[in-house]
């Protein structure tokens, strides 16, 4: 029973972290600076720092999975929010 109880508090934990990182991600992108992407601000690096504190390493895999699935959705997967601010690749690297 004990078990079954810290699954599910992990479970919960990790999909309201996975909603809010993705939607601070969203938020965040508001106007990247240049070719680079780069924006003045980034919450969600608090955010995770936050759930590293309170909770323990046991959430860095989360963290991990939450920025790389946040980068899937946003800008290279499936709604591609972003694609207006991708860089372009520059005639020299050709």
């Known amino acids: 029973m004990i078990?079954?109880?810290n699954i599910t508090r992990?479970?919960?934990i990790?999909?309201?972290y996975l909603a809010a990182y993705i939607s601070l991600d969203y938020v965040s992108y508001v106007k990247p600076y240049?070719?680079?992407g780069v924006t003045a601000?980034?919450?969600q690096l608090g955010l995770g720092m936050a759930l590293s504190y309170l909770g323990g390493a046991g959430y860095w895999p989360?963290?991990?999975a939450s920025q790389a699935l946040s980068?899937?959705?946003l800008?290279?997967?499936p709604w591609d929010c972003h694609s207006k601010f991708r860089p372009r690749r520059s005639l020299a690297l050709r």
């Open 3 to 5: 078990l079954d109880l």
């Open 10 to 12: 992990l479970a919960v």
């Open 14 to 16: 990790s999909s309201a």
């Open 34 to 36: 240049g070719d680079l």
């Open 41 to 43: 601000w980034n919450p």
């Open 62 to 64: 989360v963290i991990l």
């Open 71 to 73: 980068d899937y959705v």
């Open 75 to 77: 800008r290279t997967g």
